[in-house]
């Protein structure tokens, strides 16, 4: 059974920086496709990065992209996202998934399953 746990939310200032962690089990990183993904009060969840199975090719939604660094530790089973300059619009549960077999869209929830709980990232001065 896969599964992820995610850590490493807080409280964070506009501008500041966080690294969350999301531990995984029941699979290998180096053989799955693992995505981040986040959803704020109200809103559908969205893909944030996600990092390919064998090749290790990341992908990332526009409005993230030179300053969130998704990465990955195979031998540990855990996954990172670096994120940079966060927004104060980008208060979110944050929640790492895994592709489901076949074809699939990088950064489209529809195409991941296995969801873990979240950590919760808010920002905020």
Not at 59 to 72: E, N
Request: net charge positive.
């Amino acid at each position: 059974q896969v599964q992820f746990v995610e850590s490493g939310g807080g409280l964070v200032q506009p501008g500041g920086s966080l690294t969350l962690s999301c531990a995984a089990s029941g699979l290998t990183l180096s053989g799955s496709a693992v995505g981040w993904f986040r959803q704020a009060p109200g809103k559908q969840r969205e893909g944030v990065a996600c990092i390919t199975s064998r090749a290790g090719t990341t992908v990332y939604a526009d409005s993230v992209k030179g300053r969130f660094t998704i990465s990955r530790d195979t031998f540990n089973k855990t996954l990172y996202l670096q994120m940079n300059s966060l927004k104060p619009e980008e208060k979110a549960g944050y929640y790492c998934a895994t592709a489901l077999p076949g074809n699939y869209h990088p950064l489209e929830r529809s195409y991941f399953s296995s969801w873990g709980q979240g950590t919760q990232v808010t920002v905020s001065s």
